[in-house]
Each structure stands twice: as C-alpha cells, then as structure tokens.
C-alpha cells in the first residue's frame, strides 16, 4: 500500500508551509506530496493569504526535493487550456527528474470560477471539455520526436502544434482520474487513466465505485489490474485522545466525524483502517493534512503507521 501526503492550501497556506510539509513527507518515507488545485477557500473561516497556483507551487517543490512524487488532486479542466497546462506539467516534470503526476478534473467550485473571472459551464459540457483535454495532453506528450500534433474538437481545435517540450517520464506522466459519476467518470479513467481516484468515500462506496471503474475497463478490452485504485481521506493521528481531539480541532471537524468518515484514531486503528481499504482493492491512499503547521503529525504518521502497510 502507498502512502501520500495531500494537503488543500486553498484553506489559507503559504508557499513555505507547503515546502515543510513536503520535506516532512520525503524525509518520513511517504511515497508523494499531492496538494488540491483550488483558487478559493472551501467552508468558512480565515482565508489567510489566499490562494497558491499548484503549478507554480509544484515548479518550486521540484527543486526543493530529491525522491518524493509531485502531483494535484485534481486540476480542473476548466482553469487552463489543456496546450499550456502540457507544457507546465512537462516542464516541472523535467524539473524535478521525472517525478510529476497530472491529476485532471472536470471542476466543481463554482465560487472560485466566479470570483477570479473563470468560466464555469454546465456539468456536461465540463466533462466534453475534460474529455478533449485528456485526448491532447497525452497526445501531445506521446507524439514522437520531430512530428507535429494536430486536434480538432468542439472547444479546442491545434493545427500543427510542435508537441514540445516532451515530459522526463516516457512515454508520459501518470494521470489520474476522479470523481464519483456512474459513466463517463469511469469510461474517463478506463480511457486515460493510469490511477482512478474515490476522494473521501467511506468503505463501501469506495468499493462500488471501484468495481464500476473495472468495469469500465472491461468493456473497454483492458486489463482493470492496470489502473491503480486510490482513495484520499482525512487523516487524524494521536497517541492518546487529548492528542486526537486536538488534531480534530484544527482539522475543523469533530472527532466523531472523522472517526466515521475519515483516518481517525490511534497508529494501530489507522493501520487496521488502511487494511479495510486495502481489502477493497486499493492500491494507495492519500493521506488529506489540513493542519499544515503540524509537522509532528507527518512525523507519527512516518513512524508508526506507513513502517506497517
């Protein structure tokens, strides 16, 4: 089972808080740091210095870090056109030696696409415009060397396009795929995906939304073991309860909650908690840090829970 990292900086973090986690989490031996894509903070409370671009986050991160994997949960397809979100990608994946991943999206907070001048179609056009997305990114990165990409769809049309510059990973980066729609979410991970991922989905649902994504890969002719499967979930970790009821605190929620929803409890319940998912079929969780100032939790996470899946 891999254990990542994953962090929502859109709740009011900075650039450096971001880099201590993700050195947190390469020196405990998690295998990535993932941090969400959003341009506007989610729920109530202090916004604090507002948003970070992931991108530009992730650029900075490539050169501040050796061995961890760099990635998003999820871009939206509706924040870039999918030639310069190619070439973004492929340039941190060149910077950090060929350690990136594309988490990709159809977008879902309209808010953020209001307040910062983003259009926000309707849900099925969304998905027309991730699908299209999908087909040129990877297949601007896959066109061989000295060749030309050309597209034409509905919402984005290339002539000619010099499919440069080429990522590090051949013949491309990861991409993963999420969400929770009944078909074209799973036909969209069968299709492109190397990682279908169910964000914060309790036991079994995550399984039934597993089984629908191998389906989908079924009926497409590929083999379903070939698409990693992943959840991300809350992570709450303490020795004692004084310790958790103060994590749970500062990750906004009630104890309760995440002890339902969420990783909650001690080491040894978080282990057993991982083994239920395992059991499903996933193959990773992200492990969702929302106080990103708790440095001592990644390392209790790094010591006593990762050493045992």
């Known amino acids: 089972m891999d254990l990542r990292i994953f962090v929502e900086p859109q709740q009011g ?11 947190a989490a390469e020196e405990g031996g998690f295998d990535a740091f993932f941090r969400s894509d959003h341009y506007a903070r989610i729920g109530g409370g202090d916004p604090g210095p507002g948003p970070t ?19 998003t949960l999820l871009t939206s397809a509706t924040f870039r056109y999918p030639g310069p979100l190619a070439i973004a990608v492929a340039q941190v994946d060149e910077m950090s030696g060929g350690r990136v991943e594309l988490g990709l999206g159809a977008g879902w907070y309209e808010a953020e696409h209001t307040g910062y001048g983003l259009p926000f179609p309707s849900l099925g056009e969304r998905f027309d415009r991730l699908t299209e997305q999908l087909d040129i990114i990877t297949g601007l990165w896959t066109t061989p060397a000295g060749e030309t990409f050309s597209y034409q769809g509905r919402h984005y049309q ?6 440069l510059p080429k990522p590090t990973q051949r013949p491309r980066p990861p991409v993963i795929i ?10 969209l991970a069968a ?10 989905q309790p036991l079994a649902e ?8 191998r389906k989908a890969c079924e009926e497409l002719g590929r083999d379903p073991d070939s698409l990693k499967l992943s959840v991300a979930l809350t992570v709450c970790c303490g020795r004692d309860e004084a310790e958790l009821a103060r994590r749970a605190e500062a990750a906004w929620q009630p104890l309760a909650t995440l002890r339902e929803a969420g990783l909650a409890g001690t080491p040894s319940e978080i282990v057993d908690r991982i083994g239920a998912y395992a059991k499903i079929g996933a193959d990773r969780i992200y492990l969702q840090v929302l106080d990103m100032d708790d440095l001592d939790h990644v390392a209790l996470l790094a010591a006593e829970v990762l050493p045992h899946v």
């Open 191 to 200: 299709t492109y995906g190397d990682e279908y991922n169910a964000a914060f």
């Open 206 to 213: 995550a399984a039934r939304l597993f089984d629908q994504t």
């Open 158 to 163: 290339l002539a000619d396009s010099p499919a």
């Open 178 to 187: 999420g969400g929770f729609g009944p078909v074209r979410t799973p036909r």
């Open 53 to 71: 671009d992931s991108w530009v986050t992730l650029g900075g991160l490539a050169l501040q870090t050796t061995r961890i994997r760099l990635g």
């Open 13 to 23: 973090n900075t650039y450096a808080q971001q880099l201590g986690v993700a050195r």
